[in-house]
Each structure stands twice: as C-alpha cells, then as structure tokens.
C-alpha cells in the first residue's frame, strides 16, 4: 500500500483520474495544485514506498497523465507544470512521472441525455458526455440525494473517457422528487445495472466520492465482473461511528458556528439523537416542517464540506427544493444504516474485489468522511493483502 500526501487546507482540490483500459494500469492526476504548497511530513511512510507507474507509452490515452508525489525528505514537494521527474526510491525502474495538471477539464456539454424509467415508480436522469467511442466511466454522485452538477463532468479527460453522470433516485433532475419509496441502496445498484445495459456498456471505470464511494463500494461488491477499476474520493462506509461522528456532536468541536443552528433546530428533550429527530420531521405531514428541518440539515452539510467556507456551496442550501430531497433522502439511508446487513459489510466483502485496481483518496480534513477511515483501511490491508496491494491510497488534507 502508498501513501501521497497533500496538504494545503486552504485550497479546494480536484481530482482526475485515467485508466488504460488494455493494460490496466491506474494513471493518477490531481488539479487545481496551487504554487508554494505547503508540505507536512510524513513518519508513516517513504518515498521509496511511492508507486511504481508503468510507462506513459500507450497511443489510446491521449493527453498527460498527472502526479503529485512525496520527496526524499517525506515532504511534499510542488513540481512546476512544465517537468518531468523519475520517482525518488525507484530510480532504477526509469519510470517517468507525468507533471502536475493545474487545473480542471474544461467545460463541456453532453452529446446525449435521457430519461430511464427502472421502476414503476422511479425514472431516473441521465446524460453522456466525452468521447463516445473512449472508455466508460459511470459518476456516482454523493448525499444521498446530492444529484450531479455540469461540473462533475470536468473530473474526466473527455478525449478519453465516454463520461457517464446520473442522478440517483429522487435526486436531480430524476422523478419523483425526494421520493424514500422504494429508495434503497440496492434499488440504486439495480438502476446502475439497468443503464449500464441501456447504453450497451459491457464495463466500465466507476468514480464516486463521499456517498458516491458507499455506493461504488457495494456496487463493484455486487457486479465485480463489470468494474474495470475504481476511483473513490473521501471514503464514506455509512457506518454507525461515522454518522455519529458528523450528526452527533463529533463534527462540531470543529464547526461550532455552523453546529449551533443544526443543533438549537431540535429541542433539547430530542437530541439524543440528531437523525431520528430530523427524521421524524423531514417526514411530517406539514410541509413547511419538512422544508425547515431540509434547511437545517442541507446548511450543516454544506457549511462543512470544506475546511474553509464555499459559497458556491452553501449557496446551495438557499434551495428549498434541492433541501428537501438531499435531506430527506440522506436522513433516509442514515436511518437505515445504508440497508446493508451489517454494519462492516462493505469491509467484510473486500474479498470479492481484490482484484480491482482501485484508487483512493482520502481527505485527512473533510470533516464527515476522514474520522476512522485510515485505521480500517490498514485493518483491511492486514487482513486481505492481495487487495490492498492493488490499492493506491493518496491521503488529503482538504476537501476534494
């Protein structure tokens, strides 16, 4: 297992990703890298431990794949976008390591979008962007109930990647709006398998962050032989101690401010527990008590996402529409523990995908998805090597 290392709290950092479908190997990028970034040492890890990746010789990845990585001294070192370096520690390999890209894909529009009805209930959004001949990737977006933005599509080189965004049950543009009927992780997995074979996919990459890493998680645990590979930002697992963590109280002694109005929303003979009161009133019969409990909910989780105050994203809170389908249907899986049958069943079933090469990134400051998450992944390393040895893991301080 590898670690890389950013750190620059002040900084919203981006990701992409690229994959060669014929050889296999995981190219790693990261954007929006600023100048004079600061470094943290690293007394976990070396750099001669920084993966080893294979040439950047393959004609069907158009483009520069892009690193940021660790130096000699275990610090992070800024390279300027015009070099290239060999990996310290594997000087031996002659691995060239591609420059650092600063920023994200442009914009870009799809070239197919679609309605999907999976259920008798449910029709859900879709849209196809990139190159329609490139590789796929399916986009699993976060909340549950967050939906996708045009911006999720700037993740992905579009000369490579046919780009694939949909907006879960009851989220986005999907209908019905902020529906919790048959709305389920394993509804959603299903949907997945249903486009899938609707755009005449036979595999492809899937990429989620947050809840959108829950999802990939149990999807790849349930359809393994239909992932080519996996990219997960800000590992969420939906488990007790982390929603406990940010819904709680645990989040708080880092956002007060934002804390105070989430909290003060409930009376204080109810919280004991946080979900099951907002629980009780983003499912009221008054729609107003839904629409102020949704406010509530979406402002702690907007105001929190980053380290530093987003306004683009906070603003985001300012909807009442978007509210109520992010909050409802978040607070609808927390209730439920996700559906899954366990409490570590994500972790319990890694066996099943220990052949798929994966990237992780884990933001060591984003307040809902970093607690605990690093212990079980060396907890997981000891316990399936062969998977974790597929596993590059980049730690970030940051929200991605």
């Known amino acids: 297992m590898r670690f890389w290392m950013f750190n620059e709290c002040a900084y919203h950092y981006h990701l992409s990703i690229s994959l060669d479908s014929a050889t296999s190997p995981m190219s790693l990028g990261v954007a929006a890298i600023p100048p004079n970034t600061l470094s943290l040492a690293l007394s976990y890890t070396h750099a001669s431990t920084l993966l ?44 060239l390591v591609p420059e650092i890209n600063r920023t994200l894909y442009s914009d870009i529009e799809p070239f197919n979008t679609g309605f999907l009805k999976v259920s008798d209930i449910h029709t859900i959004y879709y849209e196809q962007s990139g190159n329609p001949d490139g590789h796929p990737v399916v986009f699993l977006h976060g909340g549950p109930g ?47 398998e249903i486009l899938r074979a609707h755009l005449k ?57 934002a804390w105070e109005p989430f909290r003060d929303h409930i009376p204080e003979s109810e919280r004991g527990c946080f979900v099951d009161a907002y629980n009780k009133r983003l499912n009221s019969n008054d729609k107003e008590t839904q629409y102020a409990a949704a406010r509530a909910w979406t402002k702690w989780e907007m105001m929190t996402a980053h380290l530093l105050p987003n306004e683009g994203t906070i603003k985001r809170g300012d909807n009442d529409e978007f509210c109520l389908a992010f909050a409802r249907i978040e607070n609808h ?12 069943f994500l972790l319990d079933n890694v066996e099943k995908i220990k052949h798929i090469n994966t990237v992780i990134v884990q933001v060591c400051l984003l307040s809902c998805c970093f607690v605990h998450v690093t212990i079980d992944i060396h907890l997981l390393r000891a316990t399936n090597a062969q998977f974790m040895n597929s596993v590059n893991m980049i730690l970030e301080s940051g929200e991605t």
């Open 146 to 192: 967050g939906g996708t933005s045009p911006s999720n599509r700037k993740f992905f080189d579009p000369n490579f990647y046919r780009i694939i965004l949909f907006d879960q049950r009851g989220a986005g543009k999907s209908t019905p709006h902020a529906c919790l009927e048959e709305n389920t992780t394993w509804d959603l997995i299903e949907d997945i």
């Open 52 to 95: 080893s990746l294979p040439p950047i010789n393959n004609p069907r990845t158009p483009g520069r794949r892009n690193l940021v990585l660790l130096s000699h001294s275990n610090n992070l070192d800024y390279f300027n976008s015009h070099q290239q370096v060999i990996v310290p520690g594997i000087m031996e390999t002659n691995v």
């Open 333 to 344: 899986y927390f209730v439920n523990k996700g559906f899954f049958p366990s409490d570590s």
């Open 201 to 257: 996919v036979p595999e492809w990459q899937v990429f989620g962050g947050s809840w959108g890493s829950t999802l990939a998680l149990a999807y790849s645990v349930s359809h393994p032989d239909k992932v080519t590979g996996m990219v997960l930002r800000g590992i969420f697992m939906l488990r007790k101690k982390e929603i406990d963590w940010f819904y709680e109280g645990g989040a708080a002694a880092i956002f007060p401010d």
